[in-house]
């Protein structure tokens, strides 16, 4: 027997206040399933976003700076 087939059997044999708080939590479950799969969406865009960004970089010459470089002079 399929889960739906006893999911259905079970909330049948349920009172209407408890089908109601089955409906709620079914109702809860896909909206996270899909805050999920928008979470997960996003996630992959942002990887391919950045690998995009950065492609051909680890080709550059990467400049070496001394603590010279990094020392401001006020005057």
Not at 1 to 8: K, P, V
Not at 14 to 40: H, W
Request: overall charge negative; cysteine-free; glycine content about 2%.
């Amino acid at each position: 027997m399929a889960h739906s087939e006893r999911i259905q059997e079970h909330v049948e044999k349920s009172p209407a206040p408890f089908q109601a708080e089955v409906l709620n939590f079914v109702e809860y479950l896909l909206a996270k399933a899909e805050r999920e799969a928008v979470r997960q969406e996003r996630k992959l865009w942002s990887s391919l976003s950045l690998s995009s960004a950065m492609r051909g970089m680890e080709d550059e010459d990467i400049p070496t700076y001394t603590t010279a470089d990094l020392k401001v002079v006020f005057s």
